[in-house]
């Protein structure tokens, strides 16, 4: 079953649920970024929430940013989500396994940290995007994004997210399941979700057992009513051209010792690591259009 994201509504539809498989998505970014089984189960457990948090916004030109940072060995963790599905991310360091002792278990929480931040970014088009921000919990990626939920957005929400991986390191399976509850939500949904929680298995182990999602969703909550159904993809909308941008925000100085020294450069994309290359011929005509542009300005 191809990745996608469900929405629907449960309890008279005084309740919110979404539920995402991201499993080829995850194996996507996993090969991309060279993920070793630790950091590809944390960025994966971003990204399936990513795509959750894109979906709950409407207009293509829209997006989502996930900024994480718990002063964890993974550094920074960063995910960009799209209403249409699309999704893209990175970590800091890739190459990380750390097993817990306890629970024998990929140690997400551990290389996160919780010395630090959650911050969701929304542009909506707006003049100024909103920003919200909370302290990590645990790190362990799903109940800090339920505190940040209820405490940024004022929304009681549970998150169930998680990412298995293979013995060979690829993603056997990934996803989510969100519940929000309504303004009209009674004490009886709450109890009833609540109960739903505690007793659901991990939901990555669900999905691998249940791949096709409104059986699962159906199996869960018994009566769901599904509003949407959206295709979900990893997808960088990188391009020599935006590469070039970046290229001419660079002081006049350091591109010159770029043509001086290495006759041209390499710029590797932060979210797909594919490479772009420009040559010597190509930066000195960056060189030449920050000259034109400066005497444009002082005219």
Known sequence: MRDSLLKGLICDKRVRVYLCKTTDLCEVARFKHDLWPTS?????????????????????????????????????????????????????????LLIDNNTHKLAVGKIVGTDGYLRVIKDLGLKSDFVGTVKLVSGEIGEDFAYYFTVSEQIPTAVSVGVLV???????????????MMP??????????EEIIKNLAPISELIDKSPDLNDLLMTIFGDVDILEQIDLKFECDCSK???????????????????????????????????????????????????????????
């Not at 293979?166 to 929000?180: P, R």
């Open 40 to 96: 590809a189960a944390a960025l994966g457990r971003v990204l399936s929430v990513g795509t959750v948090l894109g979906g709950m916004i409407k207009n293509t030109n829209e997006k989502v940013t996930i900024q994480i940072n718990g002063n964890g060995s993974i550094g920074t963790i960063m995910a960009e989500a799209y209403p249409n599905g699309r999704v893209k991310g990175f970590v800091g360091d890739p190459h990380l």
């Open 166 to 180: 293979n013995d060979d390191g690829s993603i056997k399976s990934a996803g989510a399941l969100i519940i929000q």
């Open 184 to 193: 009209e939500a009674t004490e009886a949904d709450i109890t009833y979700c």
């Open 241 to 299: 051209e935006r590469m070039a941008e970046a290229l001419a925000t660079i002081n006049k100085a350091e591109l010159l010792e770029m043509i001086a020294e290495d006759h041209g450069c390499e710029i590797v994309c932060q979210y797909c690591s594919k490479k772009y290359n420009f040559s010597e011929e190509e930066l000195i005509r960056l060189v030449n259009e920050k000259k034109e542009n400066v005497d444009v300005e002082n005219s």
